[in-house]
Every structure is written in C-alpha cells, then in structure tokens.
T-cell receptor, first 112, second 110 residues
Framework: SQTIHQWPATLVQPVGSPLSLECTVEGTSNPNLYWYRQAAGRGLQLLFYSVGIGQISSEVPQNLSASRPQDRQFILSSKKLLLSDSGFYLC???????????FGDGTRLSIL | QKEVEQNSGPLSVPEGAIASLNCTYSDRGSQSFFWYRQYSGKSPELIMSIYSNGDKEDGRFTAQLNKASQYVSLLIRDSQPSDSATYLCAVYFGNEKLTFGTGTRLTIIP
C-alpha cells in the first residue's frame, strides 16, 4: 500500500531564517505531488504541484520554492521566511488521471 | 474561474440523525468528485469518491452526484459525535489540480 511521509510535524522558525520541508511517498511510482498551505481556520491553498521529476508548477507568487529531485520526493523551501509564511503545510500525492489526493500528516510552521 | 462552493456552517445535527452536506461547482465538464473529512489540527482524510451520476454508499456515508445541476452532496446516517469535523468537497476541473471548497464545519450534538 502507498504511504506518504512528511516531516517535521511542528517547526518554529525566526523571521528571515531558511526553510526546508520534505515529503516522500512509498509504494507507488510516478505520482503527482502537491504542496498546500492552510492558514488557521481557512481553506487549502495550493502552492506547488509536480507531475514529474524536475517539473514544478507554481500557483501563488511568494518567497517559497519547490523541488522534486527524485520521483517520490518533494521539497518545499524558502531562503528567508516571513511572518505571513506561518501555517499548516500539507504534502499530498495522487496517481495520474484525476485520482483522489492523499495527504501527509502536515507540518505546523510558526514564525516568530 | 473554476470554483467549488460550500456552506461554511457550522451545521449542528443531533446524534443519530442524518447530516446533509452540499457542494456546488462551476464547470459542467468535471468528472471527478471527492469528499474529505478534516479533524481540527489534522490533515484531510479522503472518505468518498464519486465519478458518475447517482448515489454511492459506503457504510454510513452516501455521496450523491447530479452533474446536470452541478452539485454533489454527502449524507451521513446515524451521526456520531466522532463525525464532528470539517468536511471538504473537492473537484477536478480537467487538469491535474484538485480545487477544494472552503469546507463545512459539522457538529454532532450528543
């Protein structure tokens, strides 16, 4: 069966510090991968998605970036965090062809 | 613009009753529809997928799809306090991106 791992579960970072969140998927190959952010009490905002290694589509202009160095690895990064980057970050995967997405446990990021 | 709309609630339902959650979407050509449950502080969990008109039942959950009217609903029978959560409707609009509604907060009253 397929599993998705996302870490860390919580993270507290100072303003201006860098960020790296990692997500890996097991038990499938060539998945679509997604990064979402959810602000407190709000809906899901799609940040990036990828349909293959090195292929990244950005949905929202911001100081975040994403990379997919391997088929089942998706990384969210920032060089300098802003206060507005606080939120609940979720990684998800799906098979091709408009299949349901499956979420990791998420990372709760607080910026001080 | 492709949109998915849900009533944000809160929706309060007595324990044992039927909870009815509704969702409308903007693109008549959509083919894939999903319901997710999200407990407070947790990630969304897929509970139902539906692809064709009509009803699909899974345990206490029934998803209903009406493509002509562009709505999809979720019925929860014999509601339990553990069903208290936010329910997200999600639709693919033909590209590999899933569009989510803002969710309906459901509270089951013991």
């Amino acid at each position: 069966s397929q599993t998705i791992h996302q870490w860390p579960a919580t993270l507290v970072q100072p303003v201006g510090s860098p960020l790296s969140l990692e997500c890996t998927v097991e038990g499938t190959s060539n998945p679509n991968l997604y990064w979402y952010r959810q602000a407190a009490g709000r809906g899901l905002q799609l940040l990036f998605y990828s349909v293959g290694i090195g292929q990244i589509s950005s949905e929202v202009p911001q100081n975040l970036s994403a990379s997919r160095p391997q088929d089942r690895q998706f990384i969210l990064s920032s060089k300098k965090l802003l206060l507005s980057d606080s939120g609940f970050y979720l990684c998800a995967w799906s098979a091709r062809g408009n299949q349901p997405q499956h979420f990791g446990d998420g990372t709760r990021l607080s910026i001080l | 613009q492709k949109e998915v709309e849900q009533n944000s609630g809160p929706l309060s339902v007595p324990e044992g009753a039927i909870a009815s959650l509704n969702c409308t979407y903007s693109d008549r050509g959509s083919q894939s529809f999903f319901w997710y449950r999200q407990y407070s502080g947790k990630s969304p969990e897929l509970i139902m997928s539906i692809y064709s008109n009509g009803d699909k039942e899974d345990g206490r959950f029934t998803a209903q799809l009406n493509k002509a009217s562009q709505y999809v609903s979720l019925l929860i029978r014999d509601s339990q306090p553990s069903d208290s959560a936010t329910y997200l409707c999600a639709v693919y609009f033909g590209n590999e991106k899933l569009t989510f509604g803002t969710g309906t907060r459901l509270t089951i009253i013991p």
